[in-house]
């Protein structure tokens, strides 16, 4: 249903389009049949047009219910008939008069009407007032003035715009000065009245394009607001995002800041650690030392107890054959003058060298004691054990000799790594401290 009504909309708006082009073409040829006028109208004429304005008027009241127009043409109808059944006596050239403005009265009203109706369809009333559309510049009046230059304001004071109006004038006057005159006035009237259709179509270009204009910079204004609504959506996110990376960052700080203190304490202990082994390392040198020269005065010792322990086989082998007492002994009685026995002979036969030099038993007491007091007591095995007891002094010395290098080796490997250990956490302080020293900057940039 509702297709159906839009297609009789449009069939009645098509009819009526018709219409005014049909009117518009009879307006016009009456009008320009005014302007070239000057022949006389006969009664006959005047009757055709006058039935042709009745039945236009009774048309025009069908789509117009009683509007002022449509009134004053019934008047004119009943004035033409009223002049039709006068006489032709000397009111003719009265009547030839009135009804030539009645004609052009008609017209006028009718070109009025017609300009009305045109001026509601929009291409329609562009060309009607010869205004044109370009790319360039847009809306084009008449004059070729730009639409940026029209003015809002009515001028009627400048009559050379309407030169077709003094034309008008001077062909009425040959006629009759006063219907000219009249007429004249009507004309200018409805120029006036045209000027304003177009004046007022005018400001209705200018008032739609700028509404066009509004419109489109409020949609510009409405996006840009979108914009700057989602660069603040995204600026508030970035900004949480900053908040979230400057706390994170802040904790990453914390605990760099606390494994700096770690490892600088660990440092301390790894530098006392490392004195402390300077100190154990220093002190094992100088037991190695001492033990050194012990080992070394046990060593001269025993090169000098070798020999002794020659003379001691010697001395028993000549005892085994007893020869040798008698004959050592009397060396000696002979040397001295004085009588040794046998006790006194193996004790300065234990150190070699010539009897008259007397041996200072203080001075070696450690090594000669014992062996002494063996032989005074003729204790031949204990001299052995003796002998047996420095060997194996000697070889335990050597054993802790070799366990105190080896101890001596790994302080020093252990004070080796320490130290490479000190260097390396050194370097990673250094480290920290400058990356510390970057995200204090960063935390300060932010």
Sequence with gaps: MKFRDQIREEEHLNREEEELRRSSSSSSADYDQLMAGGEDVDVSSLNSQSSQTQSISE????????????????????????????????DKKELEVLWRRVKASASVLT?????????TVPH??????????????GFVDRNGTP??????????SNSDDRPDVETWIGIDNQHDEQDGVYISEVLNSVQMITDVMEALLKRVLMAETET??????????????????????????????MDRFAVDTSSILNEMRQWV????????????????????????????????DFVSGLTSVRETLVPSEIHFQNIEKLFEQGRLPNAYTAQCNSRHGSTIGSDAVLSLWHFPGSCEKHINLRDREEQSQPLIFGYGGRDHGGLTQFMGGLVMKKAQ????????????????????????????????????????????????KI
């Design 147 to 156: 639409m940026s230059d029209w003015s809002t304001n009515l001028d009627f």
């Design 261 to 292: 203190d770690d490892l600088i304490e660990e440092t301390s202990l790894q530098r006392q650690r490392a004195t402390e082994n300077e100190e154990e390392l220093i002190r094992v040198k100088r037991e190695f030392e001492t033990l050194k």
């Design 59 to 90: 048309h025009e009241m069908e789509h117009n219910n009683n509007s002022p127009l449509d009134i004053f043409q019934g008047h004119l109808g009943e004035v033409t008939s009223c002049t039709c059944e006068s006489s032709r006596g000397d």
């Design 212 to 241: 066009a204009n509004e419109k489109e910079k409020v949609k510009l204004s409405q996006e840009e607001i979108i914009r700057k609504e989602i660069q603040i959506e995204s600026m508030s996110e970035k900004l949480a995002e």
């Design 397 to 444: 010395l050597e054993t802790e000799k070799k366990q105190k290098e080896s101890e001596i080796q790994k302080l020093m490997d252990e004070n080796l790594r320490l130290s490479a250990l000190v260097d390396r956490k050194e370097a990673q302080l250094v480290a920290m401290s400058e990356q510390c020293k970057v995200f204090a900057l960063s935390a300060s």
């Design 111 to 119: 070109y009025l009407k017609s300009k009305a109706r045109i001026m």
């Design 124 to 137: 329609l009333a562009l060309t009607s007032c010869g205004i044109t559309y370009t790319d360039g510049t």
